[in-house]
């Protein structure tokens, strides 16, 4: 069982920035996952927010490309989301999310597509 803990999420001005992270224990040790980040904002659908790929290639939903980054930690149980320029659209409860195989999910943007998911963290942009 796969369990992901979020982070640094917080409250920001518009144009500023924030380092989120996703903390992922109990998996498998020699099992690549899938890995992404998504949102929700009050009265609207989660939205796949970006993936990273099996080899480190990314994906991102339009509305965040040229200012979110997504990476991993070295030993690929870290998850982050460098958010720069951030918007008053941008805010919502963040999520990380985790499943296997990764021919199944990589670089998904597709809730339906992760079985594991963290609690979310609040990120708040005041315009």
């Known amino acids: 069982q796969v369990q992901l803990v979020e982070s640094g999420g917080g409250s920001v001005q518009a144009g500023g920035s924030l380092r989120l992270s996703c903390a992922a224990s109990?998996?498998?040790?020699?099992?690549?996952?899938?890995m992404a980040w998504f949102r929700q904002a009050p009265g609207k659908e989660r939205e796949g927010v970006a993936a990273?790929?099996?080899?480190?290639?990314?994906e991102y939903t339009t509305s965040v490309k040229g200012r979110f980054t997504i990476s991993q930690g070295n030993a690929k149980s870290t998850l982050y989301l460098q958010m720069n320029s951030l918007k008053s659209e941008d805010t919502a409860t963040y999520y990380c999310?985790?499943?296997?195989?990764?021919?199944?999910?990589?670089?998904?943007?597709?809730?339906?597509?992760?079985?594991?998911w963290g609690q979310g963290t609040q990120v708040t942009v005041s315009s």
């Open positions: 999310a985790a499943d296997f195989p990764l021919r199944r999910c990589d670089l998904s943007l597709i809730s339906r597509d992760y079985r594991y």
């Open positions: 109990g998996g498998t040790v020699s099992r690549r996952y899938c």
């Open positions: 990273i790929g099996r080899d480190g290639d990314t």
